[in-house]
């Protein structure tokens, strides 16, 4: 009876991992752009709150080398990797911290943009197992669960939606342990056009850095 359920659970999710084919196809794609400029709404429910927190931003992304996030209208906060190192800046505050790719604070954003050896899809099926897959009107949708201990205690679940057609991620959610949801949701992205390099740059000068 249990080497029934082993295998019957090897077949569910090996059935999983080939109708994830159009994910894979889309995210090989997506990091083959050149460059990708978009904007986005980021909506974040938490548990203690009875209204969800809208907040819009911009992204700018090169993939695979560098990339700017600014969340805020204005903006309050910006996210920058310069291929090195990333810069974690507080717009209001006028504060600034330098962190490596592989601090655990922005290996979700890393994630969302595809950056990262973690960011391929066959390096996500070593983190994450996908729980469930759809396909509806040029979209595709997938779920994942953490595999690590060490991840299932911060994040209880992933979701990607990829436009097929335009192969880019349209919208990306987690759900934390402690009931947090955030989902950020992408608008159509100018492709391939170009990004200036003062883009991923900032004047230090005008920050407070963390030491």
Do not use: C
Not at 63 to 83: A, C, D, L, V, Y
Request: glycine letters at 6%; hydrophobic letters at 45%.
């Amino acid at each position: 009876m249990f080497r029934f359920v082993l295998l019957s659970l090897f077949l569910t999710l090996r059935l999983f991992a080939d109708e994830a084919a159009p994910l894979k196809a889309a995210l090989k794609k997506q990091a083959a752009h050149k460059s990708v400029v978009a904007t986005f709404r980021q909506t974040k429910k938490v548990p203690a709150l009875t209204d969800e927190i809208k907040t819009m931003g911009k992204l700018w992304l090169v993939p695979g080398k560098s990339f700017r996030w600014e969340i805020g209208t204005p903006t309050r906060q910006i996210i920058i990797f310069n291929g090195g190192e990333v810069l974690m800046i507080d717009e209001l505050k006028k504060t600034g911290e330098r962190l490596s790719p592989n601090d655990r604070s922005v290996k979700p954003l890393f994630l969302t943009l595809g950056m990262g050896k973690e960011a391929s899809f066959d390096e996500m099926l070593k983190v994450f197992t996908i729980t469930s897959t759809n396909e509806a009107k040029g979209r595709y949708n997938a779920t994942f669960s953490p595999k690590p201990r060490s991840i299932k205690k911060v994040i209880k679940s992933l979701l990607m939606q990829v436009n097929l057609e335009a192969s880019f991620v349209e919208r990306i959610g987690w759900i934390q342990r402690d009931g947090t949801e955030i989902m950020t949701e992408f608008f159509t992205p100018k492709l391939n056009i170009p990004i200036p390099a003062s883009t991923f740059a900032v004047d230090e000068f005008a920050y407070r850095w963390k030491k």
